[in-house]
């Protein structure tokens, strides 16, 4: 076979030309488009392309755990799977929703609009932190555009018990209230993530190159609360407030040797698991260190001791007590019930406002000021719990002739519980005052101590050891024997303490509300070597069925302090002999 | 160049290919790999914690209290009211 050249014409050898010169401008136009995308249009490309093949997946790091003085765990973190839907990859969004919502139990409307609201998005929350077999039945779909996501959620087994102590997390994973927000830093971990290359449903094919950024888990804390004293505190206080028909109330066990508190509740309490179901915000808040009050009574043998230490009254000395009223200047005093000549003992037994009231005129404003300070009262006591409050303790220029008489009966001065329980314990602890604390030690992320907090702190000493002996072993014992405090001495233990009865101010505006009061009493066992001090305020108890610290306080602190002890395996003694000064 | 060197050219080239795919397809089966295990990873953490919390829980004073209650034991439930101190009735068993 062979071919013959046949002459091209010249029409014939321009067509050849204008086509050749055509395919060259094409390859060239198609040369000069590759260039423009690889150079102008690159980065674009390559971020769209990233972002349809990779995909960036979070490893929640663990927020560190709390435990309680004996190591149960109080709170901890669990993963909770939420459910999302990729708005990208939904055919069609009504049957979507349909097929979706009886999963995560929601109306099919809703899920449908969640999902047209986000629309621009890759990710669209439908439920959060839902259960195991929802997770399930989601999973279980097998629709690409559905997806759960991990997420760490903040769990506390104890509930109620101790939410206004720990606080609670917020969705963020920042500590909101109480330890959690106190130490946010140290519990809080950082989270890992890893990137993946993923097929056109989404399922991971293989990493990238990069190795993955690790979670670095949070470090743990030990509180030194005991769980079974707090367990045993709530629900003696909430049984009182039941029972009295009261708004509420705070409670507080501590060791008066080194400021330990054993327990610290509030009543009305909350779920720290759902702090949205909490009655209010005010039920939310650790009244114990938050809200200053007037102690009324219970403030008595604070000011005895300075009067005792300075030689303004002794112990055999006998006052009258005017069989239960007087004149102070043009302010009638009254006591509940009337008394004539009483000496320090039978003041504070009986507790007589016009005894103490006499007592406190020898004192004078200067001295009584400078006892209130010198116990810690009118500052924070530095205890690891956020929202302190100072309370107050008027400068020494706005106290007037009167402030003497109401300082000695409880009034003109704000205490929170926390600040009256530390300044009973000062007394009871032979005069020496402490820096309360909740937490006991710091623990890394694997548990290995990076900051122990164990040894007591000293403030200060605020009486001489004898007369704190004498107070605490003499007039308080005197109170429980044969006063006001008789309800609490309900177990095998030997107690000591004071009750208070104050009145409450409005809420809103000056002036003190009929009917509205609170009963204090602060109380020690066993009286030879007292191991726990209780401290129990009930708020606006109802004053047809009781109102004073005597009947109200005092036997929620007998049933914490026989319950507590029994617990603490504590032996009952025989009953110490009277201190003397 | 004769038929037999074009030939083992041929062969080592092919070689060579097939050993690049198996490299590469390892290599994807151990990127699969290792994914699978830090998925495991990650479940068996998410279980730990769910085991850990479900465990907090069945210690807490309240729960035990529930037990000692409804099992049929002897035992006391701890802190529970008692008259007396574990400790004072264990000395006055002393002999």
Known sequence: ???????????????????????????????????????????????????QQQGRSVIPARRGMIFDTRGRVVALDRQVPDVFVDPALVDDVERLAAELAPRVNLPARAVADR?????????????????????????????????????????YPHAETMAHVLGWVGRDGHGMEGIELAYDAH???????????????????????????????????????????????????AAGVRRFEAEGGS?????????????????????????????????????????????????????????????????TERIDCHMGSHRFGRRLVKDTSPQGLLDIRGIITRSSNIGMGIIAERMGNEVLHDTLRRFGLGERTGIDCPGESSGVVYPLHRWTSYSPTSVAMGYEVLVTPLQLINAFAAIVNDGILMRPRLVRELLGSRGEVIRSLDSPRIVRRVVSSQVARYVAQDLLVSVVENGS?????????????KTGTARLVYSDRGGYEPGAYLSVFVGAAPVADPQILVLVMVRRPNPQIGYYGAAVAAPVVGEIIKRTLAYLEVPPKAKSGLASL | MNVGRVGFLIAALTVIALVVVHLRAERTRCAARIVALESDWIQLRRELWVLQTRTARLKTPQRLRDRVVSLPTDLAAPAAEIESPPAARLASDRP
Do not use: W
């Open chain 1, 251 to 315: 409670a507080i066990v501590m060791s008066p040797k080194d400021g330990s508190v054993l327990a610290m509740v509030c009543v009305p309490t909350f779920d720290p698991n759902e702090p949205v179901t909490a009655e209010s915000a005010a039920a939310r808040r650790n009244r114990a260190v938050t809200d200053p009050v007037e102690p009324g009574s219970s403030f008595k043998p604070i000011i005895t001791c300075r009067a005792l230490e300075d030689g303004f009254v002794s112990t």
């Open chain 1, 115 to 155: 999902i047209r609201r986000g629309a621009n998005s890759r990710f669209v929350l439908i439920a959060p932190g839902v259960d195991a077999v929802t997770a399930e039945a989601v999973r279980s779909m097998g629709n690409a555009a559905v997806g759960l996501a991990e997420r760490a959620r903040r769990s």
């Open chain 1, 1 to 51: 076979m062979s071919f013959q050249t046949v002459p091209l014409d010249r029409v014939q050898r321009r067509s050849g030309a204008v086509l050749l010169v055509g395919i060259i401008v094409l390859l060239a136009a198609l040369a000069a488009r590759l260039a423009y995308i690889n150079t102008t249009l690159r980065p674009r490309l390559v971020a769209i392309a990233s972002k």
């Open chain 1, 187 to 237: 519990l809080r971990g950082r989270s890992g993530q890893r990137t993946m290359i993923r097929d056109a449903r989404r399922r991971a094919l293989g990493r990238l190159g990069q190795l993955p950024v690790s979670p670095v888990d949070g470090g743990h804390l030990v509180l030194t609360i005991d769980a079974e004293i707090q367990l045993i505190a709530e629900e003696a206080l």
């Open chain 1, 485 to 497: 405090g008789r309800r609490a001495a309900t177990g095998p233990y030997q107690v000591l303490g």
